[in-house]
């Protein structure tokens, strides 16, 4: 199923507004918001398994304000999203912040090497590894194959 036949010209300017809310440009760091055009447009073309998820979740918001995002106030705005996220699917929110995130632009401005994290992977500093004990300790939650 492609993204033309999943979402509407409402649901990509509602998905731009809302991309805009979550992340926000900011000219301090020199870096877009998610509303920016490449970001939307990574969006858009990744979108797979969770587009018809984020079509339902961009309906959902439709329904709650009732008009397009983009012809609303900020104050209304705002009061959509606080109900939004409240009661959400998490797959709008995710899809945002995984194209957000792996922006060159916003990479760079983390002081992140523009690159796959593989074959040279990256050093991450070490946690406290005990936090995993209970997680251990609990019986398996599988049914074992005959």
């Known amino acids: 199923m ?25 000219a301090e760091y020199e870096v877009p918001g998610a509303d920016d055009p490449a ?14 998820q984020v079509s339902e979740a961009l309906d959902h918001l439709a329904r709650v304000a009732g008009a397009p995002l983009a012809g609303l106030d900020d104050a209304r705005r705002e009061a959509i999203a606080k109900e939004f996220r409240a009661t959400a699917d998490a797959s709008l929110i995710r899809v945002v912040l995984q194209c957000y995130y792996r922006d060159d632009r916003v990479l760079r401005s983390l002081g992140l090497e523009l690159r796959p994290p593989f074959p040279k992977g990256y050093n991450l500093e070490q946690g406290d590894w005990s936090l995993l004990d209970p997680v251990k300790a609990r019986p398996p939650i599988w049914r074992r194959a005959p």
């Open 39 to 52: 970001i939307q447009a990574d969006i858009l073309a990744t979108l797979g398994r969770d587009a018809g």
């Open 2 to 26: 492609s993204v033309e036949n999943v979402l509407s010209a409402r649901q990509c300017g509602d998905l731009r507004v809302i991309a805009a809310m979550m992340i926000p440009a900011n």
